[in-house]
């Protein structure tokens, strides 16, 4: 069965105190991972698609890794404004290809004083 | 381009009411996709269309239905509301690539309270 493990479930930290998130995944054929981020109240916003092992993307103060078993949200020098609940999402390649469905870990809510 | 709007934003029900959640996305996508977020728990998958006239069920389908006439909307109705369906629904697009990754965007959600 296919299933995602995000940790910890939540996260504090300092203003320029940097960290990692992470997203565990199970899955029969990775087809994608995502990240999203998600402000209360709002739907999630996209940041990063990851497919293949050893990729990295960046924005800004974030950085997304991914290996055949788990994928890294990193945050450098978070401000204030980073703060959300950060979703992990993976996509599997089903019979045929023709499914996108996303399934998604509990997310890891990241608080960041300054 | 406004991308997916959901309406309404807000909406109470009494148990054995009907309504209908909007859906519309102005990117052309073929794929449209409905989600529930219930507290502490991951995004579930209640349908999802692959183009206009087809939809299929995802994970918790059990008292909703979907439609989709046009490429543009896909309402999400629920029939004889129950406590058990108050939850955040979360309609999202996306204009899959063949041999690669699905990138979905969503929109703002409804907060749905049945009573």
């Known amino acids: 069965e296919d299933q995602v493990t995000q940790s910890p479930e939540a996260l504090r930290l300092q203003e320029g105190e940097s960290s990692s998130l992470n997203c565990s995944y199970t899955?029969?054929?990775?087809?994608?991972l995502f990240w999203y981020r998600q402000d209360p109240g709002k739907g999630p916003e996209f940041l990063f698609t990851?497919?293949?092992a050893g990729e990295e993307k960046e924005k800004e103060r974030l950085k997304a890794t991914l290996t055949k078993k788990e994928s890294f949200l990193h945050i450098t020098a978070p401000k204030p404004e980073d703060s959300a609940t950060y979703l992990c999402?993976?996509?599997?390649?089903?019979?045929?290809?023709?499914?996108?469905?996303?399934?998604f870990g509990k997310g890891t809510k990241l608080s960041v004083k300054p | 381009n406004a991308g997916v709007t959901q309406t309404p934003k807000f909406r109470i029900l009494k148990i054995g009411q009907s309504m209908t959640l909007q859906c519309t996305q102005d990117?052309?996508?073929?794929?449209m996709y409905w989600y529930r977020q219930d507290p502490g728990m991951g995004l579930k998958l209640i349908y999802y269309?692959?183009?206009?006239?087809?939809?299929d069920k995802g994970e918790v389908p059990n008292g909703y239905n979907v439609s989709r006439s046009t490429t543009e909307d896909f309402p999400l109705r629920l029939e004889l509301a129950a406590p058990s369906q108050t939850s955040v629904y979360f309609c999202?697009?996306?204009?899959?690539?063949?041999?690669?990754?699905?990138?979905?965007?969503f929109g703002p959600g409804t907060r749905l309270t049945v009573l």
């Open positions: 999202a697009s996306s204009y899959p690539t063949s041999g690669g990754p699905d990138t979905q965007y």
């Open positions: 899955v029969s054929g990775l087809r994608g």
């Open positions: 990851l497919y293949s």
């Open positions: 999402a993976v996509q599997a390649w089903e019979y045929g290809g023709s499914q996108g469905n996303l399934i």
């Open positions: 990117m052309n996508h073929n794929y």
């Open positions: 269309s692959v183009g206009a006239g087809i939809t």
